[in-house]
């Protein structure tokens, strides 16, 4: 399947501030969905992106699907304890296949 | 909704014993999936199934992991025999094609000594 790669591996937030990970693949991708994972729990669905250049927001997260597709980014503002986790981006290929990329870990500093 | 349903959540058992893990997806789900999470390889596809019929199991490592699905609320991946490189978290998800995202299930935390 299609690689996907995530940067950076790990982020270490200040509480309040903002930041950003992105995806990468060097081949199109047909969509992205993004998934968050707590510490000791299991992917939850976030959202996924299906058009070039799609921007969608939940609250204070922000994902954008590049004009390309080939790659994503997920941006946080004002970041609280309670987005502690691994955010992982996976590639939908056909036939509902889902492959991750490695995540990007993210610990916030009260 | 209960979610998907895996069973047991931690497993210890000595190497060459057979080990089983169990899921029940959402009802109504029409894919199920088995993934397995390692620190060094991440979250990696084992096999999935659609309407109980194995799609793609290009993902199982070895003869060793073998799974079925009876029918469409039940699912066991078994391993046999086990061996301590086979410590991981094993998820199960579910989906309804065509719609959003993967509804996983809480895992099983299998440690082969």
């Known amino acids: 399947g299609q690689q996907v790669m995530q940067i950076p591996q790990y982020q270490h937030v200040q509480e309040g501030e903002d930041f950003t990970t992105y995806c990468n693949s060097s081949?199109?991708?047909?969509?992205i969905q993004w998934y968050k994972q707590r510490p000791g729990g299991h992917p939850v669905f976030l959202i996924q992106?299906?058009?070039?250049?799609e921007v969608k927001k939940q609250k204070r997260l922000t994902f954008q699907f590049g004009e390309a597709k080939k790659n994503s980014s997920l941006h946080i503002t004002a970041t609280q304890t309670t987005d502690v986790g691994t955010y992982f981006c996976?590639?939908?290929?056909?036939?509902?296949?889902?492959?991750f990329g490695g995540g990007t870990r993210v610990l916030v500093k009260p | 909704d209960a979610g998907v349903i895996q069973s047991p959540r931690h497993e210890v058992t000595e190497m060459g014993q057979e080990v089983t893990l169990r899921c029940k997806p959402i009802?109504?789900?029409?894919?199920l999936f088995w993934y397995r999470q390692t620190m060094m390889r991440g979250l990696e596809l084992l096999i999935y199934?659609?309407?109980?019929?194995?799609?793609?199991d290009s993902g199982m490592p070895e003869d060793r992991f073998s799974a079925k699905m009876p029918n469409a609320s039940f699912s066991t991946l078994k391993i046999q025999p086990s061996e301590p490189r086979d410590s991981a978290v094993y998820f199960c998800?579910?989906?309804?094609?065509?719609?959003?995202?993967?509804?996983f299930g809480s895992g099983t935390r299998l440690t082969v000594v």
């Open positions: 998800a579910s989906s309804l094609f065509p719609s959003y995202g993967y509804t």
């Open positions: 081949t199109t991708l047909s969509n």
């Open positions: 992106l299906v058009k070039s250049g």
């Open positions: 996976a590639n939908k290929a056909a036939g509902n296949k889902l492959t």
């Open positions: 009802s109504g789900h029409d894919y």
């Open positions: 199934f659609n309407n109980n019929v194995p799609i793609d």
